[in-house]
């Protein structure tokens, strides 16, 4: 079936602009995570979906950064008033359920902030 | 935050050999992943074991894992210049993956 799929796969923009990245999870699949990789700091965890439960935010790195998952499906990324260093890969991954399942990824969305 | 080291960072040999990469971790597990990535982009799962767990096999793939010394290492037996890639391991704890800083291997045909 389907993989995990993102979009754009990459993205240019000015520092100071909003930018939206989009998940699709594989259909089924509960949890929703987003992760971060960048030269600097390999890849980082941003946050967590699973079902209806609290997101786990602890990973976000500000609160220009937010995401949401709307019906249990597709999520957003939502970064407000791009700054240089949030330029990165944005990884999303979905697994079966959040227990011990491994993680499924999508291909990523490349930023990159002028 | 990284969870843990990955060593080492680069690792260059001839197709056949076989190639060694360990991770150190720093807390306690419920499993131990690893994972290859392609050109910078999409992850891989690879395999998975739990902390009850010794040691595992998946085709040319061994893991181990060693919780007393928080330690793993991935061994990949008769390399392919395929599997030119970037491998990391990612430890679960409360449901998001923490990964290593990642090993660069170059299998040279």
């Known amino acids: 079936g389907a993989g995990v799929s993102q979009s754009p796969s990459n993205k240019v923009t000015e520092k100071g602009k909003d930018v939206e990245l989009r998940c699709d999870p594989i259909?089924?699949?509960?949890?929703l995570y987003w992760y971060r990789q960048s030269l600097g700091q390999g890849l980082e965890f941003l946050i967590y979906?699973?079902?209806?439960?609290?997101?786990?935010k602890s990973g976000l790195p500000s609160d220009r950064f937010s995401a949401e998952r709307t019906g249990g499906s597709v999520s957003t990324l939502t970064i407000q008033r791009t700054q240089q260093e949030d330029s990165a890969v944005y990884l999303c991954?979905?697994?079966?359920?959040?227990?011990?399942?491994?993680?499924?990824f999508g291909p990523g969305t490349r930023l990159t902030v002028t | 935050s990284q969870q843990g080291e990955e060593d080492p960072q680069a690792l260059s040999i001839q197709e056949g050999e076989n190639a060694t990469m360990n991770c150190s971790y720093k807390t306690s597990i419920n499993n131990l992943q690893w994972y290859r990535q392609n050109s910078g982009r999409g992850l891989v799962h690879l395999i998975l074991i739990r902390s009850n767990e010794r040691e595992k096999h998946s085709g040319r793939l061994r893991v181990t894992l060693d919780t007393s010394k928080k330690s793993s290492s991935l061994l990949i037996t008769a390399s392919r210049a395929a599997d030119t890639a970037s491998y990391f391991c990612a430890t679960r704890n409360t449901g998001k993956l923490i990964f290593g800083q990642g090993t660069t291997l170059q299998v040279k045909p």
């Open positions: 259909s089924g699949h509960t949890a």
């Open positions: 991954a979905s697994s079966l359920s959040g227990s011990i399942d491994e993680q499924y």
């Open positions: 979906f699973q079902g209806n439960s609290a997101p786990d």
